[in-house]
């Protein structure tokens, strides 16, 4: 078991900042993919950003790419989301998820991720 609890969420006005973290209890957290995803409401929960174990890899949505960055220290077990120049569109609840099993590949699925936090709020005012 992954126990996974964002933070870092907040309201913040167009072409802000913000970074996310996401801090893991349980296994060994370097062993474990990460992602983050975002649900906005009336919308399905939507890939944002995600890591490989190492953190050497990673892959953005194309909505987000030059804007955010995901990292991760393993050291501490945490995995931050760094998120610049935000839009209105970029507001929703946001998620990181652990991926039980390593493809190799990034998945941006949510049903490939095993392990969930709660979610912290985004908002982002025009």
């Known amino acids: 078991q992954v126990q996974l609890v964002e933070s870092g969420g907040g309201l913040v006005q167009a072409g802000g900042s913000l970074r996310l973290s996401c801090a893991a209890s349980?296994?060994?957290?370097?062993?474990?993919?990460m992602g983050w995803f975002r649900q906005a409401p009336g919308k399905e929960r939507e890939f944002v950003a995600g890591?490989?174990?190492?953190?050497?890899?990673?892959y953005y949505t194309d909505s987000v790419k030059g804007r955010f960055t995901i990292s991760r220290d393993n050291a501490k077990n945490i995995v931050y989301l760094q998120m610049s120049s935000l839009k209105p569109e970029d507001t929703g609840v946001y998620y990181c998820?652990?991926?039980?099993?390593?493809?190799?590949?990034?998945?941006?699925?949510?049903?490939?991720?095993?392990?969930w936090g709660q979610g912290t709020q985004v908002t982002v005012s025009s």
């Open positions: 998820a652990a991926k039980r099993y390593d493809s190799g590949v990034i998945s941006t699925k949510p049903n490939d991720y095993t392990y």
């Open positions: 349980g296994r060994t957290f370097s062993n474990y993919p």
């Open positions: 890591s490989t174990r190492t953190g050497i890899s990673t």
